[in-house]
């Protein structure tokens, strides 16, 4: 193919495959990894097109040569139905049409393209007129379609979530410690200590094999408190100690406007605190979790043990519930969770599951209002429960999907 003469000169430019290595390294850094993952995907069809429909090879096609028709028939071979995945090499790539596309699917493509051609584009590895640039994108727009979403589509299926639980539960590999290397003056100087050098390595092993414990413990609470308590993420960092009420397995959280309400846990879900909340305070220890609080005036023995055991109850019951167990957080104080971690903790879990799907902290609130309302059909207790303040908003997840309406209709006038 003849190169186009607004084209940057190819020997200026990389080939496709080391160009869509360094856009996914640069939007790694503001995007979570399911953006990122559904852009290669998108990057990976797109190179699959160029090579069985145009007869191209990608690993050898300079990105200055990259044309706005090939986005736009990738696109429509996509949505078409054409194969997704390279065929076995023996029986070469299949030209059968397969089942159409979704809408939301083909959306996913276009802006995964779309944003490729645009970044490469700031790189000055493709110049293109702008109006080849808007001819492409309402190309692109016609394609796409209008997605119609509902709330439905933000809650997750009920095996996703078993399965960010399984993975949740699963033992962490702890690192193992590397071998000391050997202490030599020319390295430390005359004063070396091996032996306390070997100690210290030995003592952040130690640390770490406690903190991979902890924040195994601590996100399988999270995740199923997540699961039954319909509460929001701020709700959630938001509690400490305190809030919890034993004797009704339930939690004060403060919502939206400063109101307060009572979430309600889930037998697994409050097990699964109080296992968490119990190796704390066992693999922190007592001393070193709690500030130490001042010795009163000198008193009898049992009095000042009373104060003391009454002063260290008020620490733990001012604790988060839900703390930070990274190296920064340290050992010697309880810090808060914040939901920003929450969130990177449910990417890195996706990633880990090998899922393909986005899963927020909120969709696990889509989830518990959908499941109250289809299991009671109670609307003002589902309001409730959710401390929303307007019923308007909590009518949106009495939305039921088109198997259930069907099911209802045969139910009441048979099959």
């Known amino acids: 193919m003849e190169n186009p003469t607004n084209a940057v000169p190819p020997e200026s430019s990389p080939v496709l495959p080391q160009a869509v290595t360094a856009f996914l ?7 979570s990894p399911a953006t990122v993952k559904t852009y290669r995907v998108s990057l990976s069809r797109f190179q699959l097109y160029l ?3 145009l007869g191209l090879n990608p690993a050898a096609l300079p990105v200055s040569h990259l044309q706005p028709d090939w986005a736009v028939g990738c696109v429509r071979w996509i949505a078409a139905g054409q194969p997704l995945a390279p065929a076995q090499p023996e029986a070469g790539v299949s030209t059968r049409p397969g089942p159409r596309t979704p809408k939301a699917t083909v959306a996913t493509y276009v802006a995964g393209l779309s944003r490729f051609y645009k970044w490469c584009a700031m790189e000055r ?5 702008a109006d080849d640039f808007e001819r492409m ?3 692109l727009k016609d394609l796409r379609g209008k997605v119609q979403r509902t709330i439905l589509d933000k809650v997750p299926p009920d095996d996703i979530l078993d399965a960010l639980l399984a993975e949740v539960r699963r033992l962490p590999e702890i690192p193992a410690p590397s071998p000391a290397e ?6 430390t100087g005359p004063a070396a200590n091996p032996s306390r050098f070997r100690g210290s390595q030995r003592k952040m092993a130690e640390s770490d094999a406690r903190r991979y414990q902890l924040l195994r413990l601590r996100n399988v609470a999270l995740l199923e408190t997540l699961r039954c308590t319909g509460a929001r993420v701020s709700e959630i960092t938001g509690l400490n100690r305190a809030d919890l009420d034993a004797t009704n397995r339930r939690a004060r959280v403060v919502g939206k406007g400063a109101k307060e309400r009572w979430v309600y846990f889930s037998p697994a879900a409050w097990e ?4 968490y909340l119990r190796s704390r305070s066992r693999l922190m220890g007592e001393a070193a979790a709690l500030k130490a609080v001042p010795d009163s005036p000198p008193a009898s023995p049992a009095r000042k043990a009373g104060s003391r055991a ?3 109850a008020a620490d733990l019951a001012g604790q988060p519930l839900f703390a930070r167990h990274d190296r920064g957080a340290g050992w010697k104080e309880v810090k808060p969770l914040l939901p920003h971690a929450i969130e990177t903790m449910l990417w890195e879990l996706v990633e880990q599951a090998g899922l393909e799907v986005k899963i927020t902290p909120h969709r696990f609130r889509h989830w518990f209002a959908t499941r109250m309302l289809a299991a009671t059909g109670d609307l003002a207790t589902t309001q409730d429960l959710l401390g929303h303040a307007n019923p308007a908003t909590t009518r949106i997840y009495a939305q039921v999907s088109e198997s259930n309406k069907q099911k209802a209709h045969q139910e009441v006038f048979g099959k």
Request: a neutral charge; zero cysteines; glycine letters at 4%.
């Open 25 to 31: 390294a640069d939007i790694a850094a503001g995007h």
């Open 51 to 53: 090579e069985s429909q």
């Open 125 to 129: 590895w493709l110049a293109l007129p």
């Open 137 to 139: 994108a309402a190309r």
């Open 182 to 187: 050997p202490v030599t003056p020319e390295k």
């Open 272 to 275: 699964a605190v109080q296992l």
């Open 310 to 312: 009454r002063s260290l």
